[in-house]
């Protein structure tokens, strides 16, 4: 049982790293809200496996339990195809419609439909390395995954994103023209 | 130029991933292979733009009050303090008389139970949303006129808005908030340091009886009166919380 010296290093630890459970929930579910609700779960379980955590990089760990809790919850939410194909046919659809076309001119927008567009199992990836700094051995312990799967799914993840900002591009110019 | 290297190796090259040799190795090669060159830029770009996007997205305050809360309740307590011990017990008895009440007054619903916790959860919540910076009232004013005719303009539905400076219980103004989906009016007072909400909407039923109940170390009293029904909340001492009651329900 967690006393209360616990859960003051638990505060401590754990708590700053708040920021960056969240912003890997968002951008796992594709929602605020939804990573809202995920992310108060997985820090409750943190906490309760906290006695399970004998030092070592902590963020990983908070991570790894941010993102085991998301995917439970898409499975019994959303029942998601989490594919791991990037389908060229619907991203070649999708980016031509007239809204993706609209909206190419905000960087901000435009990088989140791009990514939106890539599997979340890429897409993890892209955030764990881009926006939280994580290194390669740190995503293959976040994402359980041996240290070549997260080279080569990092390298498809690179790809199928940029493919996805140059259609959008294309779209745009096709548009302009 | 073609070349021989797997894709992969640019990304570890640009991730700083590869060991010190093999860098080495690799930014020779790059200096000469156009296709790595390439590729090596993409991976730049790419970043830039990400970087540039700004995609980080932080967590909203609310959530991390959320979680602290989470974190004193689920946090077990082997000295179980007396206060605590109390307010358990004062909570379990205030939500089983509701429900008892409601039992009784509503009768064919079955989830009463879910019901006042779901109430509880909802006007706590309410009441520590307006605590958050800048949320505490729309209409920010001690004049009970000015008050009452906002909110004339704001709901339906017409109540008593006074102020009770002298006994201790300042009127700060009113707001307008979402309550189980229902829109209430809220007023809000002031007694030394501490704030009291005061929800306000119109009553299903009419019945006269107080509820009290406790939430996360946070005080609520819920009665009705012509046909409107009361809720105030607080972090203040029950006895505070009853004086406020009693005021307004004069």
Redesign the interface.
């Known amino acids: 049982m967690l006393n209360a010296e616990d859960r003051a290093r638990f505060e401590q630890l754990v708590l700053p790293h708040l920021d960056a459970a969240f912003n890997l929930a968002v951008w796992i579910l594709s929602s605020r809200t939804d990573a809202e609700d995920v992310t108060q779960d997985a820090m409750l379980r943190a906490f309760r496996f906290f006695e399970g955590f004998h030092g070592g990089d902590v963020r990983a760990w908070l991570l790894q339990i941010v993102r085991n809790t998301c995917y439970t919850w898409l499975e019994k939410n959303r029942r998601m195809k989490m594919t791991d194909q990037f389908d060229e046919e619907l991203h070649m659809q999708s980016s031509a419609t007239p809204e993706s076309i609209a909206i190419a001119g905000d960087d901000h927008e435009r990088l989140t439909q791009a990514l939106q567009t890539i599997p979340p199992r890429f897409r993890e990836v892209i955030v764990l390395r881009e926006l939280q700094g994580c290194s390669y051995k740190e995503i293959a312990a976040i994402a359980s995954i041996p240290l070549g799967t997260v080279m080569s799914s990092l390298s498809r993840a690179r790809r199928q994103l940029h493919s996805a900002l140059a259609k959008r591009a294309t779209g745009a110019d096709t548009h302009e023209l | 130029m073609s070349c021989d290297l797997e ?2 190796v ?3 090259y640009f ?1 700083g ?1 590869l060991s010190a040799i093999r860098a080495a190795e690799f930014k020779h090669h790059l200096a000469h292979c156009s296709g790595c060159m390439d590729q090596f830029a ?2 730049s770009s ?2 830039g ?12 305050a ?3 009050l ?3 809360w ?2 004193q309740s ?5 000295s179980w303090s007396l206060p605590l011990a109390w307010r358990g017990l004062a909570g379990a008895i205030g939500v089983f008389l509701v429900v008892l009440i409601l039992w009784r007054v509503i009768p064919g619903v079955r989830k009463e139970e879910d019901y006042q916790a779901e109430f509880a959860a909802e006007i706590v919540d309410a009441h520590l949303r307006s605590l958050l910076p800048g949320q505490i009232t729309n209409v920010n004013s001690t004049d009970p006129e000015t008050v009452k005719a906002w909110f004339a303009r704001q709901v339906k539905f017409a109540f008593p808005v006074r102020d009770f400076a002298t006994d201790g219980f300042a009127l700060q103004g009113g707001r307008v908030d979402i309550v189980q989906g229902r829109t209430v009016a809220a007023l809000v007072y002031r007694n030394r340091e501490q704030v009291f909400n005061v929800f306000i909407w119109r009553a299903r039923e009419s019945d006269g009886s107080a509820h009290t109940g406790t939430r996360q170390g946070y005080q609520w009293i819920d009665w009705r009166k012509d046909s409107l029904e009361f809720c105030t909340v607080s972090e203040a001492a029950p006895s505070d919380l009853e004086r406020l009651h009693r005021l307004l329900s004069e």
């Open positions: 894709y992969s640019v990304h570890s991730d991933e993409t991976l790419l970043r733009s990400l970087k540039y996007a700004r995609l980080y997205e932080t967590a909203p609310s959530l991390r959320k979680i602290r989470d974190l689920a946090g077990p307590t082997p």
